[in-house]
């Protein structure tokens, strides 16, 4: 087993992260904090976009075909890491949820009318996207619940139903929402559902609610969205009618991945700022650092964090090797693992800072909230375990 890292890229996201990214992250609260639209790209961004991609740190999530950097998930895994060191990270390569699956959604069944007209301007980031799956109304994380309509009528398709935590959809930028809805009730369970790309700017899509996020709003913006007759081209079918669930899939696979490699980044910024913290404040006579409480927060943190990083390597390596599917009960893994050691390790870092922990005076506030939130965006925790036990399970019912 090779342990050694793909460095020469590597090391310049991370130089990059350390030049420009995290000495950004106040200028980007600042901006976000003035601007009159709380979703409009900061000026900030803007710059770190245009930095990266002049040195070609540019769609390194993607694989497929001519599009993307072509890098293995493998390659992929460690920049993802260092992107999420800081919050601000993954956008700034333009490697950020959710317009990453629906590159590849677009990339891997686009035809090359819809990739023209969606992919490119996403590849060069001129606009954003959105992904509208999961609804106020039924249990989405079994995505068979799903209810909203696709109805065939003459040369269009007309959409109606309501979602919601649609995330980007607030976003100025965003041009295109990709949407699952059941295009036949009478097909067998799992060829019900079709997902067809909608122009923002159709009349019928009314945005409710700017959902939060703990009492955050997101520069993003989770929308709570009302589709009322909506009306597109037959064309704008993504794939074949009745793929929706298979092409949701291939969609969910990586970005559970990338939420992974990127977990591990956060718990290494919150690790870091908490060895900062427990090294400088002094308590009780001594600095926390000597308090051996506080020393097996950091141990174990340091501990698990290792462990999910090799986890993590791991299911990129099953990834690339025997593809997503056969990787699956991998992939459900890491999402599980790596969000909660993510999260565990940020509650020990702000229980280290005190009431500057639950401030905004350090990232760690955000990082609980996002952390926290991740256990349930892209499927909850539970559904990922029910993945890993039948998996499990099935060695032993076979015999
Ligand atoms: C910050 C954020 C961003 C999001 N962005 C998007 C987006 O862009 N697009 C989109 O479509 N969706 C998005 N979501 C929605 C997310 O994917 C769903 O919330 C998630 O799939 C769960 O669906 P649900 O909320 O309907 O929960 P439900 O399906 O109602 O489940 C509720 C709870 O029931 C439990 N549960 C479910 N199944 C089982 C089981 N088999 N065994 C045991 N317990 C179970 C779990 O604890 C689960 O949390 C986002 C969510 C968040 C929080």
């Not at 200028?27 to 979703?39: E, F, K, L, S, W």
Request: aromatic fraction near 6%; charged fraction near 25%; hydrophobic fraction near 45%.
């Amino acid at each position: 087993m090779d342990f050694a890292y793909p460095t020469e890229l590597v090391e310049r996201v991370s130089s990059f992260m350390d030049t420009h990214v995290l000495p950004a992250e106040p200028v980007y609260d600042r901006q976000i904090a003035g601007a009159a639209n709380p979703h409009a790209l900061p000026p900030i961004m803007v710059e770190l976009k245009e930095k990266a991609r002049a040195e070609g740190l540019w769609n390194l999530f993607l694989a497929h075909g001519d599009w993307g950097a072509g890098l293995t998930n493998l390659e992929y895994a460690p920049l993802a890491e260092q992107m999420g060191r800081s919050i601000i990270g993954n956008e700034v390569f333009n490697c950020s949820a959710p317009d990453t699956g629906n590159m590849e959604l677009l990339a891997l069944f686009g035809t090359p009318e819809q990739q023209d007209r969606w992919l490119r301007p996403l590849l060069d980031s001129r606009i954003r996207s959105c992904f509208a799956m999961t609804e106020p109304d039924v249990a989405s994380s079994d995505a068979r619940n799903i209810r909203t309509r696709i109805t065939r009528d003459g040369d269009d398709y007309v959409v109606n139903g309501r979602k919601w935590y649609t995330s980007g959809i607030l976003d100025p930028d965003c041009e295109l929402i990709i949407l699952m809805g059941v295009s036949d009730p009478d097909a067998p369970t799992y060829r019900q559902q079709s997902m067809v790309l909608i122009p923002r700017d159709t009349p019928g899509v009314t945005v409710l609610r700017d959902l939060p996020m703990f009492g955050y709003t997101d520069r993003l913006g989770h929308g709570d969205v009302l589709f009322e007759d909506v009306r597109v081209p037959a064309v704008n079918l993504l794939g074949g009618e009745g793929q929706g669930f298979a092409l949701a899939q291939g969609r969910l696979g990586p970005g559970r991945m990338h939420y992974a490699m990127r977990a591990v980044g956060f718990a290494e910024r919150a690790l870091r700022l908490m060895c900062e913290r427990a090294l400088s404040r002094v308590a009780f006579g001594g600095p926390l650092a000597d308090r051996g409480v506080v020393r097996e927060w950091i141990a174990r943190s340091r501990i698990e964090i290792e462990q999910v990083r090799l986890l993590v390597l791991k299911s990129a390596w099953l990834m690339d090797t025997i593809g997503n599917a056969a990787a699956r009960m991998e992939v459900a893994a890491i999402k599980v693992a790596a969000l909660e050691v993510a999260h565990r390790v940020v509650d020990r870092a702000v229980q280290a800072h005190g009431a500057a922990g639950v401030s905004d005076d350090t990232v760690l506030a955000r990082l609980f909230s996002i952390t926290r939130a991740l256990r349930i965006a892209d499927g909850p925790d539970e559904v990922h375990l029910r993945t890993v036990a039948r998996h499990e399970l099935a060695k032993y019912e076979e015999k």
